[in-house]
């Protein structure tokens, strides 16, 4: 019956290759081997040239999606490339941008951390993180589920190994172990989800699976059922919520946070979130609109489980990783109600509001680690919450600077955190899902609880004889670079408006794909 | 000149940011002195606010309106009128006497303890101009976090868990109004409280919160969501748990700020919210808001009765004084909200003065408990003079402002139901026991211990502060009329909005724009 529904590939040239669209993605990959190759010849133990090597290319590649990217393709509809199994729309350049910018900041971040470690600083770390980072932008631009999964399984398998290079330390090499295995169960659901999708499409192409499932619907398939292509959005859905954390698929969050190295847990914190949202877009908005209603109900029981999961464990946690691992699926929890919010209405708020949920997420995370990272020094991790004792007498700048990272993680104005809770609130309110945002806003208000209490921590209390933060060894740069992040949390707080616009064209590029 | 409002709000955050810059306790006089400078500063540009004030107007005055956040339709809209005028003047001149209240007591982290004074300031300066829904709840929650780190880092032993419980309390309040905002928003398409003056130009002229139709439910639950938002700040009986542990564990000028200003803040969202934006349910309500008061006037003063802690017992007091100014709004008469405004003003002077006197004692000798004082007027006469004073304040008693905004409202209980009133007016007992009662026990008698004997009456400094409350105090009781004819063109308007029903006669969805 299918083979009567038109090909999608009449509507465009599918032989095209466009190799040139995904430049940054091939800039990538040939300089991390070159980069390889090079660190050989490396002696010094900090890797300076490894390091400036590894920057430049991650600085290239965001130049570089400005070269690809078309000038009047803010309104346009995406532009393919690999015979559409590659899209370039303002979805993937925006995130793309983002996930370059959100790397080089955490590679400044771990520098000294790294070097402080010297079975961390090897070039094979560099290499990893740019492999990576690769791997997140074949997934933000994958149209096509092979793609996809290979640019997943290409990050995945490299932030496993990130977190195991701290070879001398059995917490990171437990961490590593239970990422593995979990994030391994967590593809191949992925891979079982997908089969089944091309089983009741007869397609990988994202685009085609859409055009395809709309034709089924409006044929009236749908009103019976089709179980092979229900139980494949339930696994794609589970495999969805593994990488991004979602309770019940949690588990692996904080003991990776907790155990990988410092600089590690910064990178798995930040950058993969975006790439996991863009997966999460492409692979429920852009190829299954049609089945909204199903994902959306599945979507918020996850983001209700995690909500409460995430806010009521963090109360307990005394090792601020692992806090900020319960924090993290928290947000994870408010990013999903604005995903499933997605009514006739509001589709574009919907995307729009997760989009900016998870980038101001991502900022104010690489914030927080990054001031950890600075008070971490060779033989201390500075990452029990008992260490910001008494922060306030000895760093009243970090103090305040951690103050306004928490603040806004609470949801408290004038930081950002608050604008972006209040429009994944507004999406469920317009959808009318008043008890979704009731109760985002009940855990919410037990989230305050926790990051109140770091601010507790650092002025409230003081030092005792145990072992705390003292000074900070990193150089200027990265202090003013911390200082700008923490900062810019309050200055986008204030002013909103840019990034509000960008989340908005960037989702709505989503919907005139189709 | 146009400028005024945002000038009140952002001289004395800037004034506070500079002198944080200050840094260290090496330059602790440098940080007061700006701190104080800023003050001033911060009080000196409320005042022709006052002195430009057409008090013939209705209408807001002193507006600015620029666009904000213009994806969700957020203006930087600013304006006062006959209500929120007085507050912006009571909140920047209690500032002054805060910043003076500090300059002995407080030697540790000079700089950041003003600068929180400061920015807080400004803040609830922004919460009584904003004329935008969005802009006064940004406002509203973000002045929770200086008094938070004030409560916390220059409390007393019990600080953590006062700073924490006031935080948690008012937040859970502030999440409700958050959710009933957004539903605003997106049934009327802005978050305009009043309308926006011709002169401006805007693109879109969405409906105002005041004329939105809404039905008897969705007002009920706005209602609701509003009254504990509110009533929290307020506070009401049975919300109010959090106030005395934050006032005793606050340091003297936290607890100014608190009663005197932070109090208000509830009080003055009744007015700008419940009754112009859900009339019908107001009205439907009032009885519950009404029975709610009373609890506050009588069991509450009872409980004011049997305190120990000087500070406690000006908590509860503060509780049953605000049960005063609630009942008074929800009898729907000009003269109750009249009187109850009076009353708010009052009670930012007087609880502010009764904070400063217990502070004064408190610096010198440490305790708060009404069984290490007696004899105090036999080594300190001149405060106990002022004492005096501000204790018949609290009690009500003629010719001081504490009598005025009571007898008001209790004038329009006994219009509204002569029973109410009867209850109410059992104040002037119970406010004069608790008031006179600890007075007699600290000041009266023989002196009680050598702590008692050894104090030194009040300096110069305590002495111009209490001199300008007094003045104030005296000047209000006995000629009241600067105040209300400020606030009575303003009152009228929102009593006729208030009667005006809202909701919609024929069952037609209101239009989006």
């Given amino acids: 019956m299918l083979d009567s529904i038109p090909s999608f590939f009449q509507d465009f040239d599918a032989t095209a290759l466009n190799l040139m669209l995904s430049a940054p993605e091939i800039f990538l990959l040939v300089m991390s081997c070159v980069i390889l190759l090079v660190d050989l010849a490396v002696k010094s133990p900090r890797r300076t040239t490894t390091f400036a090597l590894t920057q430049i290319t991650l600085a290239g590649a965001f130049v570089l999606i400005f070269f690809v990217m078309r000038p009047r393709s803010l309104e346009e509809t995406g532009v393919y490339a690999f015979g559409g199994m590659f899209v370039n729309d303002m979805l993937s350049y925006a995130l793309k941008a983002l996930v370059y910018f959100t790397v080089i900041v955490t590679l400044f971040y771990s520098r000294r951390y790294l070097h402080e470690r010297q079975a961390m600083c090897r070039g094979e770390y560099f290499v990893l993180a740019l492999l990576a980072t690769l791997g997140m932008s074949v997934m933000i631009s994958a149209h096509h589920f092979l793609p996809l999964y290979l640019g997943l399984e290409i990050m995945s398998l490299s932030l496993y190994a990130m977190v195991a290079m701290n070879r001398n330390s059995v917490a990171a090499t437990e961490a590593a172990m239970k990422y593995f295995i979990l994030g391994a169960i967590g593809s191949g659901m992925l891979l079982y989800g997908m089969s089944m999708v091309y089983g009741a499409t007869e397609s990988l192409f994202i685009s085609e699976i859409g055009e395809r499932l709309r034709i089924l619907s409006v044929l009236d398939i749908s009103s019976n059922p089709d179980t092979v292509l229900a139980l494949g959005l339930v696994f794609i859905v589970a495999a969805i919520a593994f990488k991004l954390g979602a309770v019940p698929f949690h588990m692996w969050i904080p003991d990776v946070y907790h155990g990988a190295p410092t600089a590690t847990t910064l990178f798995i914190a930040t950058a993969p979130k975006l790439a996991g949202f863009a997966i999460m877009l492409r692979l429920l908005a852009d190829a299954m609109p049609v089945l909204s209603v199903d994902w959306q109900s599945m979507l918020m029981v996850l983001a209700v489980l995690s909500i409460a999961v995430g806010n009521l464990v963090a109360i307990m946690q005394t090792n601020i990783k692992r806090m900020l691992a319960y924090s993290a699926i928290s947000h994870i929890g408010f990013m999903l109600i604005g995903m499933a919010s997605t009514d006739t209405l509001s589709f574009g708020d919907a995307y729009a509001s997760t989009m900016f949920y998870v980038v101001t997420y991502v900022f104010t995370t690489l914030a927080a680690f990054g001031i950890i990272l600075l008070f971490a020094r060779a033989g201390f991790e500075a990452d029990e919450l008992a260490h910001y004792k008494g922060l306030n007498q000895r760093h009243p700048w970090f103090a305040a600077m951690m103050m306004i990272v928490m603040l806004s993680m609470a949801g408290i104005p004038f930081f950002v955190g608050f604008f972006a809770k209040f429009y994944v609130l507004k999406t469920a309110v317009m959808a009318g899902y008043y008890w979704l945002a009731a109760v985002a806003v009940l855990f919410s208000l037990i989230g305050a609880f926790y990051y109140l209490r770091v601010i507790k921590y650092m002025y409230f209390d003081t030092a005792g004889e145990e072992e705390a933060v003292a000074r900070v060894e990193s150089g200027f740069f990265v202090k003013a670079l911390v200082s700008a992040n923490a900062l810019g949390i309050a200055l986008l707080g204030i002013f909103p408006d840019f990034l509000l616009r960008l989340s908005r064209t960037s989702a709505l590029s989503i919907l005139l794909l189709q | ?513």
């Fill in chain 2, 1 to 513: 000149m146009t400028d005024l409002l945002s000038l009140a709000i952002w001289t004395p955050i800037a004034a506070g940011l500079l002198a944080l810059a200050t840094g260290s306790d090496r330059n602790a006089a440098l940080a007061r002195g700006i701190a104080l400078l800023g003050a001033f500063l911060g009080f000196g540009v409320t005042i022709p606010l006052y002195l430009g004030f057409n008090t013939t107007s209705h209408a807001l005055q002193f507006v600015e309106y620029r666009p904000w956040i213009s994806a969700f339709d957020i203006a930087y809209y600013l304006g006062v009128d006959g209500i929120s005028v007085l507050f912006v003047l009571l909140n920047s001149l209690i500032t002054v006497f805060v910043v003076l209240a500090g300059w002995r007591a407080i030697q540790s982290r000079v700089a950041q303890y003003n600068a929180a004074f400061l920015i807080m300031s400004g803040l609830m300066n922004g919460i009584f101009c904003a004329q935008d829904g969005m802009l006064f709840y940004v406002f509203f929650e973000a002045s929770l976090i200086p008094l938070y780190l004030i409560i916390g880092v220059w409390g007393g032993p019990n600080r953590v868990y006062a700073a924490i419980k006031f935080f948690l309390y008012t937040l859970v309040g502030s999440l409700l109004l958050l959710l009933a905002i957004i539903y605003l928003y997106l049934k009327s398409g802005a978050f305009l409280i009043a309308e926006i003056p011709a002169e401006f130009e805007t693109t879109h002229r969405a409906i105002t919160w005041k004329a939105l139709p809404l039905s008897i439910q969705e007002q009920a639950w706005i209602f609701f969501a509003f009254l504990i938002a509110f009533a929290v700040k307020v506070p009401m009986f049975p919300v109010h748990t959090w106030l005395p542990d934050a006032h005793v564990e606050a340091p003297t000028g936290g607890s100014v700020v608190l009663a005197a200003i932070a109090l208000k803040l509830g009080a003055y969202g009744f007015l700008r919210f419940s009754l112009p934006v859900t009339p019908d349910a107001a009205h439907e309500y009032a009885w519950l808001l009404i029975a709610l008061s009373l609890i506050a006037v009588i069991y509450i003063g009872l409980v004011a009765l049997v305190q120990a802690d000087m500070k406690k017992l000006v908590a509860y007091s503060s509780i049953a004084h605000m049960g005063f100014v609630t009942l008074g709004f929800f009898m729907f008469s000009a003269l109750g909200i009249e009187g109850a405004l009076v009353q708010m003003i009052s009670h930012g002077f007087v609880s502010a003065a009764m904070f400063l006197c217990i502070g004064v004692l408190y610096d010198r000798t440490h305790t708060r408990q009404i069984a290490d004082y007696g004899g105090v007027v036999n080594t300190m006469p001149k405060f106990a003079a002022f004492f005096m004073l501000f204790a018949m304040a609290n009690a009500g008693l003629p010719a001081t402002s504490g009598f005025v905004g009571e007898f008001m409202v209790i004038l329009a209980a006994v219009q509204f139901n002569f029973w109410i009133a009867m209850a109410a007016a059992s104040t002037l007992i119970i406010g004069a026991a608790y008031t006179l009662w600890m007075y007699k026990r600290v000041i009266f008698g023989a002196i009680a211990s050598e702590r008692v004997r050894a104090l030194a009456d009040i300096s110069a400094r305590e002495f111009c502060i209490l001199t300008l409350l007094a003045l104030a105090v005296l000047g209000m009781g006995l000629y009241p009329k600067p105040f209300t004819d400020v606030m009575h063109t303003s009152v009228d308007e929102l009593l006729r909005h208030a009667a005006q029903s809202k909701i919609p006669q024929t069952p037609q969805i209101p239009q989006i724009p």
